[in-house]
């Protein structure tokens, strides 16, 4: 049994299985305005970022737009229609066991909170989808909307360890499928980071970041944590 007190999930491909909707849809975004980017480049520069942040720096380090302000705010206002309109249309769920999994870190007063670079509106559409309550399934949920800085910046976890009165860092878990989630647990002094290989990136991406763990799936946290 470890001393950690709230675990932080990341949400797409990590706890919520949507294939890589969102990176698809930032492609998708990007390429309509004229540019040539491949999943393989959004997801090695844009996973786990605010979505913003990704478009822009997918652009600037895949093309030669010498306007990225302006091309970032045009792509980013038609990604989030997309994205919508996407998430309407798609069967999304939660990895096999997910809410078990919650069930059995909240029996032993463990706080399940999650974070993403997705802004209030969308993580709230998914949690709609997947009949997810803040207060239910989960214990808080902190979105790139609720922080002035988002990943790899501590803000989000720092957020929620003082929504739960947790003052030492060590007691906290940081778990999600990108290199930044992992950056974002490290600079936030997390005792425990941990990569997971259901969503965005690979072993050899995550393992530049240095997490304590990779892992198949974060439901494997069990056998860590208890």
Not at 26 to 43: A, C, H, P, R
Request: aromatic share 8%; glycine share 8%.
């Amino acid at each position: 049994m470890t001393n950690i007190k709230m675990v932080v999930f990341d949400m797409a491909g990590t706890t919520v299985n949507e294939d890589n909707l969102v990176y698809k849809t930032v492609q998708k975004s990007i390429n309509q305005e004229g540019f040539e980017v491949t999943l393989d480049e959004v997801l090695k520069y844009g996973a786990g970022k605010e979505k913003h942040k990704a478009i822009t720096d997918v652009l600037t380090a895949c093309t030669n737009e010498k306007n990225l302000d302006t091309a970032a705010d045009r792509i980013f206002v038609k990604f989030k229609e997309a994205l919508e309109k996407a998430y309407d249309e798609s069967d999304i769920d939660t990895f096999q066991g997910m809410e078990t999994f919650f069930e059995k870190l909240k029996k032993h007063g463990i706080k399940v909170v999650l974070n993403t670079g997705y802004d209030f509106k969308t993580a709230n559409k998914l949690m709609q989808k997947l009949n997810w309550r803040v207060g239910v399934q989960v214990d808080a949920l902190i979105t790139s909307d609720d922080v002035v800085n988002g990943r790899p910046h501590p803000d989000m976890i720092q957020m929620a360890m003082a929504q739960f009165g947790i003052n030492d860092s060590n007691q906290v878990l940081k778990a999600g499928d990108s290199e930044i989630d992992i950056i974002e647990g490290k600079n936030s002094g997390c005792g425990i980071t941990v990569g997971v290989l259901s969503g965005a990136q690979n072993r050899q991406q995550l393992e530049t970041a240095n997490p304590d763990y990779i892992l198949q799936n974060v439901t494997e946290l069990e056998s860590i944590l208890f």
